[in-house]
């Protein structure tokens, strides 16, 4: 069993659908909780951070975190064409490795 | 200006050649990660260093090396002993906490290797 799960999709929606992308994992120990936003032969850039269980929000996204199923969701509100992109989740546990899903690809379609 | 630098963007090598990329980070970060990203795969590690002169394997290093000898710099060198090297390869940084547990990670914009 993979540490991180997360469903590749692809995942297709109308512009101004909310979104839902979801990441569970197995350990347990892992403490903090990150989403990257990844497009095309791009680097991944931070979206999101989180430490503990419940909502954390930034303009359109909000992260949530839920310890007691092992379970971590990015919501996008009124989402937009040019968040098409891939979108992984990634965690860390004591210790200095990270662990990311394998990403889900998102297209906004206008 | 501050962040992660990678080049080249793009890179080709003939097979049995070895071939080195740059990684560079002004962000005064402790830590530096390779990583190898092939389509539907995700992120694989390759190396990473916490500090100066001191690396780790990830769990994909055969085949490549690294060294870090600045705090700034983290090079990665494919071999010619990598069987498919063909592929995206990222390189982070991340400041370490004095627990002991790294911040988040901070990506570089990426080297697309093609071997010819």
């Known amino acids: 069993q993979k540490e991180v799960e997360q469903d590749p999709g692809p995942l297709s929606v109308p512009e101004g659908a909310i979104v839902s992308l979801n990441c569970t994992y197995s350990?347990?120990?892992?403490?903090?909780f990150m989403w990257y936003r990844q497009y095309s032969r791009k680097g991944p850039e931070l979206l999101m951070y989180?430490?503990?269980?419940g909502n954390k929000e930034d303009g359109r996204f909000t992260a949530q975190v839920d310890k007691s199923s092992k379970y971590i969701s990015l919501f996008i509100r009124d989402s937009q064409p040019s968040d098409s992109a891939t979108y992984l989740c990634?965690?860390?546990?004591?210790?200095?490795?990270?662990?990311f899903g394998t990403g889900t690809s998102l297209t906004v379609i206008p | 200006d501050g962040g992660i630098t990678q080049s080249p963007k793009y890179l080709f090598r003939k097979e049995g050649q070895n071939v080195t990329l740059s990684c560079e980070q002004n962000?005064?970060?402790?830590?530096m990660y390779w990583y190898r990203q092939d389509p539907g795969q995700g992120l694989r590690l390759i190396y990473y260093?916490?500090?100066?002169?001191?690396?780790q394997k990830g769990d994909i290093a055969e085949g490549y090396s690294v060294s870090r000898e600045k705090k700034e710099s983290f090079p990665l060198t494919v071999t010619s002993a990598q069987k498919n090297p063909t592929a995206f390869y990222l390189c982070?940084?991340?400041?370490?906490?004095?627990?002991?547990?790294?911040?988040?990670?901070?990506f570089g914009p990426g080297t697309r290797l093609t071997v010819l």
């Open positions: 982070a940084s991340s400041k370490l906490r004095g627990s002991g547990i790294t911040d988040t990670q901070y």
């Open positions: 350990n347990s120990a892992f403490q903090y």
């Open positions: 989180t430490y503990s269980s």
């Open positions: 990634a965690m860390i546990h004591t210790g200095n490795q990270f662990y």
């Open positions: 962000l005064n970060h402790d830590a």
């Open positions: 260093s916490q500090i100066v002169n001191d690396f």
